[in-house]
């Protein structure tokens, strides 16, 4: 008599989501049933469809320091074919791989390809632009005027020879770049970010998102740049600090068309992928979770599944108040509640020109600005950054003409700007860009808004208690937190994957502990070395 297949519910279809059932299938006879709460496919990592525009939420670059990622994706979409003279190196699993002239994928000809996209992203402050991350060359010295350089460098050495314990994250950027470097180009734009001060943040988030960056690390690559040859189409990049990345891989129509591809993958090899269905209840005894409710959003009717393995990806202070029938302790309870979230919005606007100029040596079509990211650290306005969707990927905007921009608003559910009508919305960022020079309000052809809950996972609040949530969601042998919101951290999409890869082989190995996969982007072998 066989024994009955063995399912997982997989709560989210992002890429921690998506990531856990492709691996389940291909790795597994256990059927993964994803269960996605919006109408949409990827989490944060979709891509949105505005009359042909493509929006990026957030921005995404296909690069990663685990050579399983790098390869996977790759296994997903081939990359573009190139002049034959170029050549690419993929590092993976401990192994070189030469692609000559790339896969053979032609952008013109298909949707399924990962072109290979050059880096820059500046800062822009004081009306000026500053390399990111900050350097010591004549531009910046130009800039900032030989005696605030000064003063940057005499407060770095006092920091490094005398730093100070690291109680908050304003503490953690203090010791990494002196306190001078971080009032002008840190302090004010991580306030902005977060909307609280740098001091009210855990250090945890530097070591998320900062990690091995430093000025000596800085300086050192710049020297190393100007006197090393660089490998020729070397796109791995396992050796090179994260910010200081040159080349990634982007999906030709943006990331949502990966998962988008992964899900197709997922049915097609039997697996279950439904949207508008969100999780109300979390049925659980002592020790094992036993099934979810599921709430069909458009029809509003629930129905009870029950599985043997459970992801979740969703908000832990969702998770937790899903709970039923198991008391959850009073302390879990009110830790899960007072985790605190940033949610975000982006302004769309389609361009006729931007009024900033392309100064650099870079050769763009129109001679467009040729930042990916652009960092508004002007005080005096509320947007936080400014993505230009024409140097993500040239298709994902209709007509190559324009200029398709989107600014970044870091906001909280409910506050002004979330609350404010689209039209406001739009006719805000415009007017922001247009004070500081970025843009003049008559080459705007058009605009969208879109909110996003929950982006980014804040690191304070009830935050440093949440080792308490840990040990109690820990307690359920089937159940595994898994991707940014699921384990209340701030990671990038493959940080996110590993942590559902590593899930799975815990799974399939039949490992009872959880720790190598809150090691994920937190040990050695997931992130950069510390700063020197």
């Given at each position: 008599m066989k024994s009955k297949q063995k399912t997982a519910i997989i709560i989210g279809?992002?890429?921690?989501?998506l990531t856990a059932a492709y691996e389940l299938l291909h790795k597994s006879n256990i059927m993964p049933l994803v269960f996605e709460a919006s109408p949409a496919i990827g989490g944060i990592s979709k891509t949105v469809?505005?009359?042909?525009?493509?929006?990026?939420?957030?921005?995404?670059?296909?690069?990663?320091k685990s050579d399983t990622v790098m390869q996977w994706w790759h296994n997903i979409l081939p990359i573009e074919k190139t002049d034959a003279s170029k050549s690419f190196t993929l590092n993976y699993q401990g192994k070189s791989r030469e692609i000559?002239?790339?896969?053979?994928?032609?952008?013109?000809?298909?949707n399924d390809v990962m072109l290979v996209r050059s880096r820059l992203s500046r800062i822009f402050y004081g009306g000026q632009f500053f390399n990111y991350p900050i350097t010591l060359e004549a531009s910046t010295i130009k800039n900032l005027g030989v005696g605030r350089i000064a003063k940057m460098g005499v407060s770095y050495v006092k920091a490094r020879i005398k730093p100070i314990p690291e109680k908050s994250l304003e503490d953690f950027y203090v010791n990494r770049f002196g306190r001078e470097l971080y009032n002008t180009f840190f302090r004010d734009y991580t306030e902005k970010v977060w909307g609280v001060p740098c001091s009210e943040i855990a250090a945890d988030w530097g070591a998320q998102r900062v990690k091995g960056l430093s000025v000596t690390?800085?300086?050192?690559?710049?020297?190393?740049?100007?006197?090393?040859?660089?490998?020729?189409?070397?796109?791995?990049?396992?050796?090179?600090?994260?910010?200081?990345?040159?080349?990634?891989?982007?999906?030709?129509?943006?990331?949502?068309?990966?998962?988008?591809?992964?899900?197709k993958i997922i049915q097609k090899k039997g697996g279950i992928v439904t949207k508008n269905r969100a999780i109300t209840k979390i049925h659980a005894e002592k020790g094992k979770i036993l099934a979810v409710d599921v709430l069909d959003t458009e029809t509003g009717k629930t129905k009870k599944i029950s599985g043997d393995y459970f992801f979740s990806t969703m908000p832990v202070n969702e998770l937790i108040a899903s709970f039923e029938g198991i008391k959850v302790p009073k302390n879990v309870k009110e830790v899960a509640a007072g985790l605190p979230y940033r949610d975000f919005i982006t302004v769309g606007l389609l361009m006729k020109k931007l009024k900033i100029k392309n100064e650099t040596e870079r050769k763009t079509k129109n001679n467009v600005v040729p930042d990916n990211w652009i960092y508004i650290q002007e005080p005096n306005v509320k947007v936080g950054r400014l993505q230009i969707f024409n140097n993500w990927s040239p298709y994902l905007v209709k007509n190559s003409d324009n200029v398709w921009v989107g600014m970044e608003y870091f906001v909280n559910e409910g506050d002004e700007f979330w609350t404010k009508k689209d039209k406001d919305m739009s006719a805000f960022g415009i007017k922001e860009l247009a004070s500081i020079g970025v843009i003049d309000e008559k080459d705007v052809i058009d605009s969208t808004v879109i909110r996003i809950k929950k982006t980014y996972p804040a690191y304070f609040g009830t935050y440093s208690r949440f080792s308490e949530v840990r040990k109690f969601t820990d307690s359920f042998e089937n159940l595994f937190l898994v991707g940014r919101n699921g384990m209340h951290r701030y990671n990038n999409q493959d940080h996110?994957?590993?942590?559902?890869?590593?899930?799975?082989?815990?799974?399939?190995?039949?490992?009872?502990?959880?720790?190598?996969?809150?090691?994920?982007n937190v040990e050695k072998e997931y992130h950069e070395e510390k700063s020197s």
């Open positions: 279809a992002g890429p921690a989501g469809n505005y009359k042909g525009n493509r929006i990026d939420i957030g921005g995404h670059r296909f690069f990663s000559a002239g790339g896969d053979g994928a032609d952008p013109t000809k298909t690390k800085a300086v050192t690559h710049a020297l190393k740049k100007a006197v090393t040859p660089k490998r020729k189409g070397d796109i791995s990049q396992k050796d090179t600090e994260t910010s200081l990345i040159e080349y990634f891989l982007y999906p030709k129509l943006g990331p949502g068309h990966m998962w988008k591809t992964v899900t996110s994957m590993l942590t559902a890869m590593t899930s799975v082989q815990n799974i399939i190995a039949g490992r009872k502990d959880k720790d190598n996969i809150w090691d994920v």
